[in-house]
């Protein structure tokens, strides 16, 4: 039996940390170990893991503090396997473990094309060099889309054996269970839009797509962060207060997308959109800008009309005012491409570690 630590920021709800529960809940027993470790032992999601997975929490919520204890425990476990997700948190684990770790196999999972998220930090260039050092030296490197994987093989020279195509999965039958919670409709054209509140995610353009359409049409705004107060001020500078509905995080957000009528997805870059691919499961259609990051390709793989890409701001409003309002807020029959469906991504996923770990 192969022992496999999966190293998480915190539970705070957010698309990577739910791909990696998944991914660990779903391990056969009987082959592996699995282990989850975890700076920051707060969030929703901690109910989410499977009582069989011991959790331990660093108790370090800044991954520069985290590094030496994760070490240590990294050296008492002596796992075969560690899995990270998101590009700050796989660069400073290889950093980190770089020596003393000749036993265990690393695998990163990048959530994000990471031209895109450069721009997120101080010292994009110096970040730029550790991508290229250290992700060829992890075991493999998982990626969410074909975009992702060709911007690591383009821009970073990542080799392609390192790069491993793993879709998101979702739990199909468990989410529409849920999305049928019922949940009182409105007059007009519901839309629905869920992710952090950051700039990223494009809700700042979002609303002001929203006053080009009619009085009736209405927005459910699923989600917390940083960028709320001013949200919440543009709208109100827009005249569409009464029209926008901040309802913060969900527990259940699947019932909302069940009752709106499109699923809207504004994001000024993404890696797989989770929140998509699960609106799409509950037989929502999606709007999304094309830089969404892998929505193209579920485009590509979906029913006609599954998913209409458009750009921000005409182009977006057109899609928009094309659809019309359905009183009924139960779920539709899954848009879902099946190649997303969590029993499938989990054999693929097996599937990469008895690889790997055997390599």
């Known amino acids: 039996m192969q022992t496999v630590v999966f190293i998480l920021p915190s539970f705070a709800g957010g698309g990577a940390e739910r791909v990696m529960l998944k991914l660990a809940n779903g391990l056969d027993q009987d082959r592996f170990d699995a282990r989850i470790v975890v700076l920051e032992e707060s969030g ?23 590094l030496i204890p994760l070490r240590r425990v990294l050296k008492r476990l002596s796992p075969e396997l560690v899995v ?15 020596i003393g770790f000749s036993k265990t196999r690393f695998i990163v999972r990048e959530a994000n094309e990471p031209t895109a998220t ?18 060829p030296r992890a075991q493999a490197v998982i990626c969410p889309s074909q975009a992702i994987l060709e911007n690591l093989r383009r821009e970073f020279s990542l080799p392609s054996c390192r790069l491993r195509l793993l879709r998101n999965p979702v739990d199909v039958a468990g989410l529409r269970a849920l999305a049928s919670a019922t949940i009182a409709s409105t007059d007009g054209v519901t839309f629905v839009a869920s992710g952090r509140l950051t700039e990223q995610k494009g809700f700042d353009r979002l609303l002001n797509m929203l006053v080009e359409l009619p009085e009736q049409a209405r927005l459910r705004l699923l989600g917390d962060g940083p960028l709320l107060p001013s949200l919440q001020r543009q709208a109100i500078d827009l005249g569409i207060s009464d029209r926008v509905e901040f309802l913060g995080f969900q527990n259940n957000p699947w019932r909302y997308y069940a009752a709106a009528d499109a699923f809207l997805l504004p994001s000024r870059w993404e890696g797989m959109p989770n929140a998509a691919l699960e609106a799409l499961a509950c037989g929502t259609p999606v709007i999304s800008t094309p830089e969404a990051g892998g929505i193209g390709e579920v485009a590509a793989l979906a029913a006609d009309g599954a998913i209409q890409l458009a750009t921000a701001g005409e182009p977006f409003v057109a899609a928009m005012k094309s659809i019309t309002h359905r009183p009924e807020a139960t779920p539709r029959p899954s848009l879902l491409p099946d190649v997303f469906l969590l029993s499938v991504v989990e054999r693929d996923f097996m599937q990469i570690l008895s690889t790997d770990a055997a390599n």
Request: proline share 7%; net charge positive; with cysteine.
């Open 118 to 135: 450069l721009q997120a930090f101080r010292w994009p260039g110096l970040i730029r060099l550790l991508y290229r050092f250290l992700y």
């Open 44 to 66: 929703p999601l901690r109910r989410d893991v499977a009582l069989h997975i011991p959790v331990l929490s660093l108790d370090c919520p800044r991954i520069r503090a985290a």
């Open 84 to 98: 990270t997700t998101m590009g700050y948190l796989n660069l400073s684990v290889l950093l980190a473990c770089r």
